[in-house]
T-cell receptor, first 113, second 114 residues
């Protein structure tokens, strides 16, 4: 089955700096890569996703890049703010053939004021 | 607005008890999932269902079973709870169409088995 690895496990950044989280996947058939954010005590929520036919996608201060050849994708957060402090999970799946998500282990991001 | 609800936020049970965790979604989603979340291990899939009466094992099904008698409800059952099943349990649902696959999560049930 799919194996998703995520690094780093923890990340501390100064407010205003950028944060980058990297994930690799093993199944070349995976074609959909979402990122979820989980604030303390809350449920995970989708913040951005990318399909395999796209190399990069941006939404305000967050962006995701995908390298299909190398089977890795990354989340970039620019101009970090205290509200960006959370656990971030990457995931991979193969819709419409398979709707299961395989998640990475998570990255705890702390933004220092 | 999608709403996924879980029957309890916190639950304390004793070893050997039968435990039922209920999940209900109100958006007519075909797909439903049960995960457990443990520090450093991310979200691990226990069971999933793509249709009523249908169920499939995920990555860590041992010690668990599920039931999906109605489209909106997906139940996770611990037949005989053990201390290593102490965890946060998250339910999720998604549509079975298209190339995007957003899963909507419930608030979670923190289960402690003594």
């Amino acid at each position: 089955g799919e194996n998703v690895e995520q690094h780093p496990s923890t990340l501390s950044v100064q407010e205003g700096d950028s944060a980058v989280i990297k994930c690799t996947y093993s199944d070349s058939a995976s074609n959909y890569f979402p990122w979820y954010k989980q604030e303390l005590g809350k449920r995970p929520q989708l913040i951005i996703d990318i399909r395999s036919n796209v190399g990069e996608k941006k939404d305000q201060r967050i962006a995701v890049t995908l390298n299909k050849t190398a089977k890795h994708f990354s989340l970039h957060i620019t101009e970090t703010q205290p509200e960006d402090s959370a656990v971030y999970f990457c995931a991979a799946s193969k819709p419409p053939n398979d709707y299961k998500l395989s998640f990475g282990a998570g990255t705890t991001v702390t933004v220092r004021a | 607005d999608v709403k996924v609800t879980q029957s309890s936020r916190y639950l304390v049970k004793r070893t050997g008890e039968k435990v039922f965790l209920e999940c209900v979604q109100d958006m007519d989603h075909e797909n439903m999932f049960w995960y457990r979340q443990d520090p450093g291990l991310g979200l691990r899939l226990i069971y999933f269902s793509y249709d009523v009466k249908m169920k499939e094992k995920g990555d860590i099904p041992e010690g668990y079973s599920v039931s999906r008698e109605k489209k909106e409800r997906f139940s996770l059952i611990l037949e005989s709870a053990s201390t290593n099943q102490t965890s946060m349990y998250l339910c999720a649902s998604s549509l079975a169409s298209g190339d995007y696959n957003e899963q909507f999560f419930g608030p979670g049930t923190r289960l402690t088995v003594l």
